[in-house]
């Protein structure tokens, strides 16, 4: 399989770190060769924060070259111009659009359920993505994070009919 590259951004507080960490630790579990890397900026004050994570057979770099990721998948709107860049010709940006207003028990868990849109587009099995968002979060997060994730490959199965 060739390599896989997926940026993820946001602001600070977002949970860009959170993501990127259940996103690897999946396609770690599915059997990938994983490198993640992140710039921070000024997260703590809700500056824009990126990471990018790259699976395959095999990877060599944990840096998503300009102009070669796979997705971008934001999750402040405002962060889509900013990192388009980042995006090969022909890729997929999802942008936090997709998720229906108000569709979310608990907005904090956009992360996750952006994360199930873009479950849609890898070869990732349902079974790695679980696991991870169980060893990635705290247990009373679990169910409200598997109906995020669950919402999420919904609202991205209705986006591509």
Known sequence: MAV????????GGQGVLTASDILADAAFRAGFDVKKSELHGMSQRGGSVTSDVRFGDRVL???VPPGEADVLLVLEPTQSAINRGLLRHGGVLIGPEIIPEGALRNRKSLNVAMLGALSTLVSI????????IHANLAEKLHALNEQAFALGREA??????
């Open 4 to 11: 896989t590259n997926i940026v993820i951004a946001g602001l």
């Open 61 to 63: 770099s944990p840096m």
């Open 125 to 132: 099995a349902e079974e790695p993505w679980m696991a991870a």
């Open 156 to 161: 991205a199965a209705h986006r591509a009919a």
